[in-house]
Structures are given as C-alpha cells and as structure tokens.
C-alpha cells in the first residue's frame, strides 16, 4: 500500500512509484528505509545502481529515483515521467559541459 504521508513511510515499497524492483535496487546500494532517501541525490544514486549492477541502467529508473527523493524531501507525489524532461535537460547541460 503506498503511503502519502511521507514521515508515515517505513517501508521503500510504500513511496510512490516504489515497488519491489526499486526497492530492490535501493537496497543493493545501501538504501534500507525510506528516510534514507531525504540525504541523497538521486543522479549518485542511478551512478550507483550502474557501478553495482555492471552496465547502465534504463533512465527511468533514474526518474523514478528523482520522484522518490523528492518525495521524502517535502515534494507531493507525482508520477516518475514527470521528471523525465528534468532528466533529460540536466543530464544533457552536464554531457555540454564535458564535452567543452
């Protein structure tokens, strides 16, 4: 059952867009409980997942991250796509900025 009240939150499985696959991952980077996520920055967490896993992880999973964390952080729940144009612009700026 997924919970919108954030501090009610005690299982990954209970954040909106959570279920046991990223809830899984979550755990294999060290990620246990759902307060975990309010210190975390969810791009070192996807660089994280890739390095554990050995190859690169679908980009949705990072905008799942991303409306994990900002779920925790005070944000309302909102769908993991709303983040994808976010991604997409911030993740392009730092491919612009290394190729300089």
Partial sequence: MKIL???Q??????IPNVGPAIA???RLIGIRTPAALKRRDPYALYDA???AKGRR???CVLDTFIAA???MQGEPPRPWWAYTQERKRRLDTKRRTVLR
Avoid: H, M
């Fill in 5 to 7: 009240d954030r501090d």
């Fill in 9 to 14: 939150c005690l299982r990954l499985e209970q």
């Fill in 24 to 26: 899984g991952d979550l």
């Fill in 49 to 51: 997942l890739t390095r």
């Fill in 57 to 59: 992880q679908d980009p």
């Fill in 69 to 71: 964390v900002r779920f």
